[in-house]
């Protein structure tokens, strides 16, 4: 069973950057894809990015593309989230998720995924 914790959330204003970090316990992080979703307030829960196994592909949505950017460390079981230039539409619940795939190919979907962490909130004031 793969735990997985988030960390480094907080206010930050509109411009500015921000890391978060996902720690997965439990499991084979390497056999892992990783992902980041974002869920604000009345609304569904949305990928953000995400990274293979490996490393070698990265997916992200179009609304962040070329302002985040996702890394992992398979040697510290880590993945992270580098949010710049943020917007206050950024503001929301960012999740860490690990969905048990050897592909190439980052899935998008919540219901791909296997393992979630609680959340941590980001919020980007204007």
Request: proline fraction near 3%; aromatic fraction near 12%.
């Amino acid at each position: 069973q793969v735990q997985l914790a988030e960390s480094g959330g907080g206010v930050v204003q509109a411009g500015g950057s921000l890391r978060l970090s996902c720690t997965a316990t439990g499991g084979i992080f390497r056999n892992l894809a990783m992902a980041w979703f974002r869920q604000a307030p009345g609304k569904e829960r949305e990928f953000v990015g995400g990274i293979s196994w490996s490393g070698a592909t990265n997916q992200y949505a179009d609304s962040v593309k070329d302002r985040f950017k996702i890394t992992r460390d398979n040697h510290y079981n880590e993945a992270y989230l580098a949010m710049n230039a943020v917007r206050p539409e950024d503001t929301a619940v960012y999740f860490c998720a690990a969905d048990i795939n050897f592909g190439p190919v980052v899935r998008t979907a919540p219901k791909d995924y296997d393992y979630w962490g609680q959340g941590t909130q980001v919020t980007v004031s204007s």
